[in-house]
Structures are given as C-alpha cells and as structure tokens.
C-alpha cells in the first residue's frame, strides 16, 4: 500500500513541478523562494532533454565545486542523467566533475586555470568565494574560454560568466526557513546560526536572509554565528560550543547541508529542546526530521540542477548565449519539507528509509 | 445370582442402541478421518511449498553468486587487460574503459586513482562522498555493497582493489555497478504469478522492487508482516535477516495462508525471499483431494447404506427367529401337556388329567363356586376274561370300544380313563342338565349289548350335594352305584370280575 502511494506521490510531484515550471517558465531570474506547501515537489527525477539540436557530435566539458559533499553527488546524478539522454541522441558528452576535499578558492583557482590549459568546450564551476573567483572567470572569458556558474552559488554581479544554473534564491531560502523557526517559537528567543564557507554565496545569502527576518522581531535575539567550513564535525562543535555559552537558546538556523547534521547532534546530545531548521537533503539530517529532532528542511533540486546543467552547456558550446534558448539564470526550486514528508523523502532519494 | 429372563423387548432394545451405536462410531470416524486428511493435506501442502521454495531460494541465490563471482573474475581480467595497454590520455583510458564496459555488459565499469577520481567512460570525478567504499584510505579485499542511487535505482556494486600505473598515476581499485534490476531479470522466476520473490536488505528494504504477493508488495518486509505473525517470531524473522540466515515463515493474513522462504546472499547482506501462496498448491491438490474425499465419502454412505440394511435385516431375523422359537415352545410345552394328561390307548384324558382335574374343581367346591356337578363312575366288564381268554390285543380292543361308546353318550361331558377298566365322566353345564336322559340311553344300549355280546360297561353316578366337601365324596357314592348296577349286569347275563373268577 505505502509503495503504491509512494508511486502517486512521485507522479504527483512531477506534475506539480511541471506545472510550477510551466507557470515559471519565462521568469529567467526569479527571487522568490519557491517556499512551497509539503506535498509538492522537492525533487523531480523526470526529465527530458529539450527540443535543442546539438550542433556536434562530441563534447567535453569541465566542472568544478566547492567541496566533495553528498550534496554535489546528487547534482552529479542529474548531469549522468543528462548525458546518457544525449548518447541515445547519439551525441557524447564527456566531462570532469572535480571538487576539493576542503571548500577553497586558492583551490579552485588553480583548477579553473589547469582546465583553461585543456580542451574543454564550457567550463562550469560552483562558485567558492565570489569574490575571489568573479575575478578569474572574467580573465577566462577574456581569454575566449565558454565559462559557466552551476549548482549553489553563482559570481559575483557583473561577472561576464554566460550563465547560471541553480539556486537564484538563497537569501529568500534562508528568510523562509528563520520564519518558520520564528513562528514555531513565537517570535521570541534566542537563535544561533551556522553558516558553511566564508564568502559562499549561497551561504553567505542564506545567513544574510536569516539575519534580516529575525531583526524583525523584537524579541528575538541572535546569538552566535558560526562557519563550519561544510564539515559535520565542526558544525557539531560549534552547536556544542553555542549551547554551551547559551543554555537557553531556542532555535539554530542552518544554512548548508552539513549545519543541521552536526546541531542534530549536538541538541540531541546534551538533550536541548532548541528547534532546528537548516537546508538540503543529507540522508542523516532527514532521519533527524523524521524523528522531530529537526523541525524542518530546505530540499534543493540537486537533480534538475545537475540536468540542466549540462543541457545549457551544451548550448553554449555551440555559441548560444543567454536568451530564447536559455535564461541568464536558470532557477531551480528549493522546497520545505516538515516531518511528516521525511519517510517518503528518505524513500525517494536514498531508497530505504531504514538504511 | 437370579437370573432375570431375557425378553423380546431386551432383545430388541439391546439391538437398536447397537445399531445406533455402530452408526456413530462410523460417523465418527468417517469425520475423524476426514478432519485427519484436511490436516494431512495441509501439512503436505505446507511442507511441498517450503521445500518447493527452499530449492527455488537455494538456486536463486547460487545464481546471485555465481553472478558475483563471475563478475570479480571479470574484473580482474579486465583491469589485466587494461593494464597491458599502453595508455597516454584521458581520451584512451575512457576508450579502455568503455570497452571493458561494453565486454562486460553492466551500467558502471570504473577505475579509482589514488586521489580518490573516478574514471568512468564518459566522466572523471571525484568520488569521496559517493562510493562508500572510498571512505577507507586503503582497500584490501574484494567488497560487496549495494548502492541507493539517488532517486533512482539500487545497484550490486563490487569492488577489487587494483595495484597498476596509468598516466603516471596510482590506480588502488576497480569498481563496477549492476542494476538490480538485471539480477532479477536473471533470476527468471515463474511468470504465472503464482511465486513471488523480493530481493531484501538487512533491514527489510525491498531493493529488488518486485512485489511480494498483493499483500506485503515492496513495503519494508518487517513493517508488512508486523502483527501478523507472533511477537517472537517476528523478532526471529528479523535476527535471521540481521544474521544473515534462512528460514521460513508461514502468514495467514486474513485467512489466507502464504509460504515465506528466505535465503541468504552470501556477501550481499541480501535476503532473497521467495513467496508463494498455500492455495496455489493447494488448488493442486484439491482437485485430487476432493475426488478422493468424495470417493470416502461415497463409501461412507454406502457402508452406511448396508449397514442399515443389514441391521435392520439382522433385527428382523432375530425377531423372526425369537418368536418362531417361542411358538415351537409353545407347542412343544402344548404336546408334553397333553401327554402327560392323555392315554395313549383310548386318546381320553388320563388319571393323571383326572387328579388335577379332581383338585381344582375340590378348590371350587370348597369355595362354594360349584352348584351343578355330575361324576359317572364307570367300570367295564369282563376285560380279564377277555385278556385270558382272547389276549392282551383284544382287552385293549375292549377299553377302546367301551372308551367310545362312552364318550359317544356323554359327548357333553369330561371322560377320563382312571384305571384299566376304569372311566370317569364329569358333567356340568349342558352334560349335567341332561344326565338322566343319556344315563338311560347309556343303560339301555348296555342291556343290549349283553346280548350282542358286545363291550358291557357299568356305569353309576351321583350329583354334587351340599354336604359334599371334595369331589370324592361324589365319586363314592356314584362308585357305590356302579357296583350295584354291575350286580344288576351280571343278572342280566354280563361277564363280571367275580364270574371270570368264578369261571377258572
């Protein structure tokens, strides 16, 4: 029974998704969280390739991200899935995805520049620090390379990157969720925020979206703010560290996928009842909504990140830029997902809500 | 002890509750009987379906195994093959890789450098987070795992490590990915839908995504049957999943009886489960079942049938037999009476008859019962002299003649023979009222007979008077009279004891 309504549930996402899409569609850049109800989308593993004839045969591309985290596996699947769709088209799509084992930008500089040195036909990258990379994308443009930003965070404003596929709405991801702390906790208490890398964008917007809702109220308070550099480990120690320092603090807003992982255990741990909301869909952390221990998530559609990805590189290694074919940026959803969606979530992505 | 007699009624009841209680006994054994072949036939059922399953589930898994081995020799071979080649570029190890994939006929054919990249066919990537398998620095034997892809299948993924140099890099392991969904396609099972099977992790996951019947389908195994199996043998059902052992289970959920076998996969941490329903079997056998059990039944009915047949025969005859017995004995206990009271020379009641006669009627008398009583003393004459002079044959010829012509005359009377030439007539009734007539006939054709020489017979006789207290007192009086009348006889000419006596 549980497995057939699983199924519907499935098909009523994608539906759902297409028609959000279909209502979405001509805005190339929405701000707007797509901060929906529980029973639609998260994640949309139905995809087809668009009606776009590939003006080759082969491609080889190049990406980079962050850090080595579950996170940009999923956004890997939905890439995979991409290009064993065009090799039935019969077109091959050959490509690195390569991270750090430590989110870095001196990193992921002297990757950008090893892979300007190959035959690449695009060049994507997930943007380490904003600041320090807008920079080297735009000598790389310069030089004639097809560069392109993916997944979580894109560059800096005015970056002369061709375009940008993910998550267009972090600051709004990370308001969302505080609102829904605030409002779980009255609005009034203490509140501690973990933030993953230094100048992030993603990160950095989430925690700027968070900061700015509870300034809203005035009986809230923020207490630490935290980066944990995406490590679990650390971000357990921090959530250590903040309840220690304040014992009565209420809630943790957290703003990557590693955060509520390590305050999960941290809160379980030393028996706090503050409320957790934080982002992504780390299989640990929905075992912790699952069992109320995190009040709820932020799911991103790493899939459909991962797809239309390599969809629009393919565009422009054929020299398309940014306009009927694609947006400048392509938005993808972020959903918040509460306890009662976490079985079937677990069941979704990992297949076994008991593994 | 007294012995009660046994009457046609004990007989008969003795016979029917026997007849009930054999009835019964085949009834109840008919249904015994019965109730004993539903059980065996459910016993066979359930031990032809878990051997049935335990074989399929014993192949299956030696076929998973098999698949496994074959695919680690693969490997190896194809990282040999690998090895051999002189390989300068990326582009020509994806070839490689590409070729061994194609060789191999499976979804995912890697290589793993030290670094912890990928090398697929068509990408490079790093791994760390992904595979499992990377968590360790170094890898030292073959590993088995099962992968979750993300919204997507399950896969068997098995791991080699490898010691070869490409590009000038350190490679440490080999990895390929089989979908699950081809091993189900191998194993092949039945496509009449009559067996269902389930590939099955530790924790009761379904990761085949076949259905296990219409009841558990691809829910959690241990979440499907909770409730309806006991408490103990859930948490054994789970202990043997988590120990990687086989067993069986039976489910009868909602009456309806379903056979669980489940076997290990060696090094997966599968359970491969096999299931099919009882009535599959059972439908089978039924038909066979049934034609047999209509058979006894028929049997039964028909034993029945006879049984009451012959019981009621048998009933008959003994009640035939019972009162054709009595009626022999009857007429048996008829013939001896009358023999006793008879005498076999004349056919007229005998002295015998004539006592008990005697002795009822002295009970009457005394009683006042009898008012009207004739005795006739008679007595023939001549029989010695007939005996001596003409023999024994003709004194009996004597008594015979002399014992019809009295009971011609007195035909309303009781005659007896109380001696050898003695008679007695009892009258009453229509023989009293008319006693004087045939006495004077009896007399007249007597003083006829004297002259004819024929049977001469005195005869005296006195009636019941109030005074007389016993039959004997009548019979004196009329014996009196006899003698007299003899006297009167031999006057007359007539042979009498005391002129035979004379005469010698």
């Given at each position: 029974m549980s497995g057939k309504m699983n199924s519907i549930f499935r098909k009523f996402l994608i539906v759902a998704f297409s028609l959000g899409i279909a209502g979405?569609?001509?805005?190339?850049?929405?701000?707007?969280?797509?901060?929906?109800?529980?029973?639609?989308?998260?994640?949309?593993?139905a995809h087809n390739l668009d009606d776009y004839v590939p003006a080759k045969k082969n491609y080889n591309f190049y990406f980079t991200y962050k850090i080595v985290h579950p996170w940009w596996d999923a956004v890997a699947l939905g890439m995979e899935d991409a290009q064993r769709k065009y090799l039935e088209k019969g077109i091959v799509i050959t490509y690195e995805y390569m991270a750090p084992e430590a989110a870095s930008y001196e990193d992921q500089t002297k990757r950008l520049m090893q892979a300007q040195d190959g035959n690449y036909d695009v060049i994507g990258v997930d943007v380490a620090d904003e600041e320090k990379i807008s920079p080297v994308l735009d000598k790389m443009i310069d030089s004639g390379e097809k560069v392109m930003t993916f997944s979580s965070s894109d560059a800096a404003?005015?970056?002369?990157?061709?375009a940008y596929v993910g998550n267009t709405h972090n600051y709004q991801d990370g308001a969302d969720l505080t609102e829904a702390l605030c409002e779980k906790l009255g609005y009034k208490g203490k509140i501690g925020i973990l933030v993953g890398s230094y100048g992030a964008p993603c990160h950095e917007d989430r925690a700027k979206g968070a900061k700015d809702t509870i300034a809203k109220y005035k009986n809230m308070e923020i207490v630490a703010v935290e980066y944990d550099m995406d490590s679990i480990d650390k971000a357990y120690e921090l959530s250590v560290d903040m309840l220690k320092d304040n014992p009565d603090i209420a809630g943790f807003v957290c703003c990557n996928m590693s955060n509520p992982v390590g305050t999960a255990r941290a809160v379980t741990e030393l028996g706090s009842e503050a409320v957790i909301v934080g982002m992504d869909h780390d299989q640990e952390a929905l075992h912790y909504l699952k069992d109320g221990v995190i009040y709820c998530l932020g799911v991103q559609d790493c899939y459909s990140i991962g797809f239309d990805t390599l969809q629009v590189a393919v565009k422009i290694a054929d020299g398309n830029l940014p306009g009927e074919l694609f947006p400048d940026k392509t938005d993808e959803s972020t959903t918040i997902i509460y306890q009662e969606d976490a079985e079937a979530m677990l069941e979704n992505l990992y297949g076994d809500v008991s593994q | 002890m007294k012995s009660k007699r046994i009457t046609e009624k004990t007989v008969s009841v003795t016979a029917a509750i026997g007849s009930v209680l054999i009835m019964l006994m085949i009834i109840a054994n008919t249904y015994w009987t019965s109730k004993q072949a539903i059980s065996s036939t459910n016993q066979a059922v359930a031990a032809v379906s878990a051997f049935y399953l335990e074989s399929m589930a014993d192949r299956r898994a030696k076929t998973i195994t098999n698949l496994i081995n074959n695919n680690f020799d693969y490997m190896e071979k194809a990282v040999s093959l690998i090895d051999d080649e002189q390989i300068d570029s990326q582009q020509e190890l994806r070839a490689a890789i590409g070729r061994m994939k194609r060789l191999l006929s499976i979804n995912r054919f890697a290589l793993v450098d030290e670094d912890n990249i990928v090398y697929t066919q068509y990408t490079t990537y790093t791994g760390g987070s992904r595979h499992s398998f990377l968590v360790n620095e170094t890898l030292d034997e073959k590993m088995i795992s099962t992968v979750f892809i993300y919204g997507s299948s399950k896969e068997l993924c098995l791991v080699i490590p490898i010691d070869i140099k490409i590009m000038g890099k350190q490679f440490k392991a080999c990895f390929v990915q089989i979908n699950i969904n081809d091993i189900v396609d191998l194993l092949a099972f039945d496509d009449q839908q009559s067996t269902h099977f389930a590939l099955y992790s530790e924790n009761g996951g379904n990761i085949s995504e076949t259905e296990l019947g219409p009841y558990i389908g691809t829910k959690n195994i241990f979440d499907a049957i909770k409730g309806n199996v006991s408490e103990e043998e859930w948490n054994l059902f789970r202990d043997d999943f988590a120990n990687g052992k086989r067993g069986t289970l039976i489910l009868n959920i909602s009456d309806v009886v379903d056979t669980v076998c489940y076997e290990p996969v060696p090094d997966t941490g599968w359970e491969l489960v096999v299931m099919i329903r009882d009535s599959v079997i059972q439908d089978q056998i039924q038909e066979i079942s049934e034609k047999s059990l209509a058979a006894s039944h028929m049997q039964v009915v028909f034993l029945l049938v006879v049984a009451t047949l012959f019981s009621a025969l048998l009933f008959y005859l003994i009640r035939r037999v019972a009162k054709e017995k009595l009626e022999e004995e009857k007429e048996k206990s008829k013939v001896f009476r009358s023999m006793a009271n008879t005498d076999s020379m004349t056919g007229i009641r005998n002295k015998h008859a004539y006592l008990e006669t005697e002795n009822q009627l002295n009970g009457r008398i005394r009683e006042g019962l009898i008012d009207k009583l004739a005795l006739v003393a008679c007595d023939i004459n001549g029989l010695k002299y007939v005996n001596d002079t003409k023999g024994h044959a003709a004194g009996d010829r004597l008594i015979k003649d002399a014992s019809d012509l009295i009971c011609d005359y007195f035909s309303h009377g009781s005659v007896y023979r109380t001696g050898g030439d003695e008679f007695v007539v009892l009258l009453q009734g229509k023989g009293y009222d008319n006693k004087e007539e045939v006495i004077a006939a009896f007399n007249k054709k007597i003083e006829e007979n004297i002259k004819k020489n024929e049977v001469v017979v005195s005869i005296g006789y006195s009636t019941l008077s109030s005074d007389d207290e016993q039959l004997y007192d009548v019979f004196e009086r009329a014996d009196h009279m006899m003698y007299d009348r003899k006297k009167e006889l031999k006057s007359m000419g007539a042979k009498t004891r005391e002129f035979d006596e004379e005469t010698q």
């Open positions: 979405t569609g001509s805005a190339y850049a929405k701000d707007d969280v797509t901060n929906v109800s529980t029973t639609d989308r998260a994640v949309d593993f404003s005015g970056c002369k990157r061709i | -």
